[in-house]
């Protein structure tokens, strides 16, 4: 079938080379993909299945996400990285042989209130400056001996912390957020987790037991002033659509709701059947790129719930059904989201559901 609306195409052999990245960065940790809020938009049981044997655990935000793996028969070690807040979580959790993380007293205090014998794998999460989920350093050993007296608690505790900067190679608070890290950890033994995608990209000594990429696995630049092409990062998403309209605008004639752009000349332009309904983004600037046939044509008028309009003046052999990318090889999500006054995963986990999919490898 020939897609004729708004869709997209992921390549996932580009996962695989976007891995293998991560491979060459950090050959001596152990790899958690994260592939939380439907793997960046690419499809969480897609992307799970193709990982198969290419990772050694994978990391989702909740535990509804760690569930729909586990009743997809995916194996192996699954992290919910958000953690629990109810009582009633814990069988779930052990149901499903999941790992979790801790981040706050009051986990421990439901771990405790349970007294009941398991081997639940838990991660001590330390907040060494983000200030979002983890315990203060100066309440860890206390934290720590607690768990360990946990009966519901399996005795090989792990570390874990998130950068906040790590995305800029000019800011120190990476390296002082990993020394406190460090610190706080001391003598314990326990496996230890701080590099996400800009971590074990940028900064080396993040690269510890285990490192946790995201962004990178998709394809996309995890740093603020290197792109995903000299990073040798490969996007697995492109987004198409195609021409369904090309209309002659006279000079001065308006175009899009509110009027937003004026003809300044005599113009040509292209309905392209996409939208903020699929997941375009509506505040995409005037003079957003976009390829047709291999030109690039600029964005006019408002983006509106299932169109946008294409300036085509200077353009040759564009015709009616003509296939447009949106975003993907040649044409950064990064690229798009600057433009929005955005970030890439805004881009790639808002798009929707008529959006058809297709697996190319």
């Not at 950090?26 to 939380?36: C, E, F, H, N, W």
């Not at 906040?164 to 800011?171: G, I, L």
């Not at 940028?202 to 696995?217: C, E, H, I």
């Amino acid at each position: 079938m020939i897609p004729v609306a708004a869709h997209i195409e992921l390549d996932l052999s580009a996962l695989q080379h976007n891995v293998h990245r991560v491979r060459e960065y950090a050959p001596k940790s152990q790899l958690m993909a994260v592939i939380k809020a439907n793997a960046y938009g690419h499809g969480l049981l897609r992307v799970a299945n193709h990982l198969k044997g290419e990772v050694d655990a994978v990391a989702v935000a909740r535990l509804d996400e760690a569930m729909c793996l586990r009743g997809a028969h995916i194996q192996g070690r699954i992290l919910v990285l958000q953690g629990f807040s109810q009582a009633n979580e814990i069988p779930v959790l052990q149901k499903y042989q999941l790992e979790v993380v801790i981040h706050s007293v009051e986990q421990v205090a439901i771990l405790e209130s349970l007294n009941k014998q398991g081997s639940l794998r838990v991660w001590l999460k330390i907040d060494t400056g983000m200030n979002r989920l983890g315990i203060n350093p100066a309440k860890f050993v206390e934290i720590l001996s607690r768990l360990q007296q946990c009966k519901l608690v399996h005795p090989s505790i792990g570390f874990m912390t998130h950068f906040a900067n790590a995305d800029d190679e000019q800011d120190e608070k990476t390296m002082r957020q990993l020394q406190l890290f460090n610190d706080t950890i001391g003598a314990y033994s326990g496996e230890k987790s701080s590099a996400n995608s800009a971590g074990l990209m940028s900064w080396p000594a993040s690269r510890q037991d285990w490192v946790r990429p995201g962004l990178m696995l998709y394809g996309v630049s995890p740093l603020l002033a290197k792109t995903a092409a000299q990073l040798n990062l490969l996007p697995v998403m492109s987004l198409y659509s195609r021409i369904i309209a090309i209309k002659q605008v006279k000079k001065g004639q308006a175009v899009g709701y509110g009027g937003s752009w004026l003809a300044e000349k005599d113009a040509l332009i292209a309905v392209v059947s996409i939208g903020y309904g699929d997941g375009y983004p509506r505040h995409a600037k005037q003079g957003t790129p976009a390829i047709i046939n291999n030109q690039r044509v600029p964005l006019i008028g408002r983006v509106s719930m299932d169109m946008l309009t294409l300036d085509l003046s200077g353009t040759r052999h564009i015709k009616l059904g003509d296939k447009v990318k949106l975003w993907g090889e040649g044409l950064p999500v990064e690229e798009i989201a600057a433009y929005a006054e955005t970030i890439p995963y805004t881009l790639l986990c808002g798009i929707t559901q008529r959006v058809q999919v297709y697996e190319k490898g």
